[in-house]
């Protein structure tokens, strides 16, 4: 089935105008989008900003009435604006995203594949991962750098902790390299349900990975600790992600901009002796060993 859809340039004090506007009208899906490339990387907890630049898409089922959409359109938003309908033509949105998502190398022992994938390399570690609720699929810099840094390390028999686990990527890839235990915590309930069907689909078993909801109320120490989230987060709870790491054991931390790499850098060297980061675009990676 084919849609039509109509676009808006705006702004951040128009938006949501534009939005009911389109809703009113029959929209059967409204999209805010970035028409100007501004990236908006960390923004204070409890808010939703927009673009500077804003362009919002309204989707429409084909059979919609056109001149009552326009006319309702003109009502709430003003005349004068030009209210163009295009068609676009239906696709298989799934096999086209299937298409896009292919299997993707770390370091020099893993893989992340798609299920609907053969293994490339039969005899590599292959984390089978379909993207899905929670975030973590490899291909944003900040998991490719955790992933990488995990291949690097001797896991064998050794317990971690994925801090803000998402989908489990980082414990499911820690535990396949060889760890014997792992633990997962999240602020998100569907976070821990993709976690656990990731861990099903890779032959992990419930024994193996314990998936907390928020804060951990028992104490935890691993060997290892990863927490991929942001620089706000990891200053704020830095004490207690430090006091789930055993001494002398490592830690891996990102979702941190180049430019937050220092205070990070400062605040955990009162637990930690810190390695040279690593980056990867505007993402940087911080490692090092408890004292």
Known sequence: MAWLQIKFNSNPAEADRVED????????????????DQPILE??????????????VGLF?????????????????????????????????????????HPMQFGDRLWICPSWCEPPEPNAVNLLLDPGLAFGTGTHPTTAMCMRWLDGQDLAGKSVMDYGCGSGILAIAAL???????????IDPQALLA?????????????????????????IQADIVVA??????LIELGHGIAA???????????GILDTQANDIIA??????????PTFMEEWTCITGRKR
């Open 176 to 186: 396949l390299l060889g760890a014997n235990h792992a633990y997962g915590n999240d």
């Open 61 to 101: 089922n084909a059979d919609t009435d056109i001149v009552h959409a326009k006319n309702i359109l003109a009502i709430e938003l003003g005349a004068e604006h030009d209210f163009k309908f295009e068609i676009l033509e239906d696709k298989d949105w799934v096999r086209a995203w299937m298409d896009d998502y």
């Open 244 to 254: 789930l790491c055993k001494p002398g054991g490592l830690l891996a931390l990102s």
């Open 228 to 233: 991929n989230i942001l620089a706000g987060p």
């Open 195 to 219: 976690s656990r069907d990731n861990a099903i689909r890779n032959n992990i078993s419930e024994d193996q990975f314990e998936l907390i909801l928020g804060e951990p109320k028992q104490p």
């Open 21 to 36: 506007a389109l809703l009113a009208a029959g929209a059967a899906a409204v999209s805010l989008l970035d028409s100007g």
């Open 43 to 56: 923004p204070p907890l409890g808010t939703t900003p927009l673009w500077q630049d804003t362009t919002v």
């Open 267 to 276: 605040h955990y060297s009162e637990w930690f002796d810190l390695d040279e």
